[in-house]
């Protein structure tokens, strides 16, 4: 009783920083975007190389960057309404694999273990590709000197999976015991908003699924997503979304 009691004020906190989120992340998006239209306007009336059309491409750059911050906010908040449909875990992989390219891999090495047969799920590509982009820049981050992120899929009758492995520094037992709450980040003002793993958490909990943390201090983590299987019917369109949890999406 006293653990679910504990479970359901979690849930209420992060009920309640989800409507607080929501609605400054609107705000913010509103205020971003009207930035955003007067600098790429101005930045094109002036030559990219001269002070001021420096300095307008690092405002656009600051508005591009708060945008994604405010749609994790959004996506933390339940505020765009999830797409579900039948998709292969396999594909989703090959797209952040693509995503990544336009990303710095120096000294790291992108390795794919996928299920050869393909490793169906029921959900919403986009929310899940953010969610695994997360995951890798996470990894990425993680990986200062360099190593190999591996991204692995795997499926069964119980369900599929898909792993997102780095070989980089691993959290200290008080950081992975708190990775996931919302908010909570081990990084430097303005590169950590502390939302990724919540996100995560919240969405393979509304897509019936989990998330499970494995790290070793020194030698690398591992975030695995489980799903449960697809379900009967290829008729992806018509499936309503799995049911929403309290928090998260
Ligand atoms: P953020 O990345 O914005 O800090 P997250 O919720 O994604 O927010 O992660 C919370 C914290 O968990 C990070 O600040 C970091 O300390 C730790 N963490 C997450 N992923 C990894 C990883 N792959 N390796 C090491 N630490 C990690």
């Not at 797409?83 to 090959?94: I, M």
């Not at 169906?120 to 969610?131: I, M, N, W």
């Not at 190999?148 to 008080?174: C, F, H, K, N």
């Not at 939302?195 to 695995?224: D, N, Q, Y």
């Amino acid at each position: 009783v006293r653990q679910m009691m504990v479970r359901l004020e979690e849930v209420q906190r992060l009920d309640s920083l989800g409507i607080l989120a929501g609605g400054i992340a609107h705000d913010i998006n509103n205020v971003l975007g009207a930035i955003l239209s007067l600098s790429s306007a101005f930045e094109t009336l002036h030559p990219p190389d001269g002070p001021l059309g420096k300095a307008l491409a690092t405002i656009t750059q600051a508005c591009l960057r708060g945008r994604t911050v405010v749609q994790g906010l959004l996506a933390f908040a339940r505020k765009q309404a999830p797409e579900v449909g039948l998709l292969d875990l396999n594909a989703l992989v090959h797209e952040v694999r693509g995503l990544l390219e336009h990303t710095t891999l120096a000294r790291i090495t992108v390795a794919l273990d996928l299920a050869p047969g393909g490793a169906p799920v029921r959900g919403d590509a986009g929310a899940l590709t953010h969610v695994i982009m997360n995951l890798c820049v996470n990894a990425l981050d993680a990986m200062p000197g360099g190593g190999t992120l591996t991204l692995r899929t795997r499926s069964g009758e119980d369900g599929a999976r898909l792993e997102v492995e780095d070989t980089g520094t691993g959290m200290a037992p008080e950081v992975l015991r708190r990775a996931r709450e919302p908010f909570f980040t081990t990084k430097p003002m303005g590169k950590g908003t502390g939302l990724g793993l919540a996100i995560a958490f919240g969405t393979l909990r509304s897509h019936g699924g989990t998330l499970e943390l494995r790290s070793a201090p020194g030698k690398g983590t591992t975030v695995t997503l489980l799903f449960p299987p697809p379900g009967g019917g290829d008729d992806a369109a018509a499936a309503p979304a799995a049911p929403a949890p309290a928090a998260g999406r």
